[in-house]
């Protein structure tokens, strides 16, 4: 069953740039390590903060990427530009 990790956080406005190159990488890094990331999608809320989702195949997939995440020198890039960041886990129960 698909699952997804829900990162919120928030980046200055200088640095958004340098977040969307660098998170570009780091997708890309993970994908060619980890296929089971089926997709990703940054959203910027009303307040200013993103949610950053991404979907997972499995709950597998997703527990062993984040096993291996510190092995990934393009997470540490990324999330250096993010203040406040807070994640969280569900299934996908409905899709259309």
């Known amino acids: ?44 809320l009303p307040d200013g903060t993103f949610d950053d989702t991404w979907y997972w195949e499995t709950a597998e997939d997703m527990e062993v990427a984040l096993a291996a995440i510190g092995s990934f020198p393009e997470a540490r890039a990324t999330m250096s530009l993010t203040k406040g960041n807070m994640a969280q886990d569900g299934v996908v129960v409905s899709e259309r």
């Open 1 to 44: 069953m698909p699952v997804v990790r829900i990162h919120r956080y928030s980046v200055e406005p200088a640095d958004l740039g340098d977040l969307l190159d660098r998170r570009i990488r780091l997708i890309d890094a993970i994908r060619m390590a980890h296929p089971g990331l089926a997709a990703t999608r940054l959203t910027r």
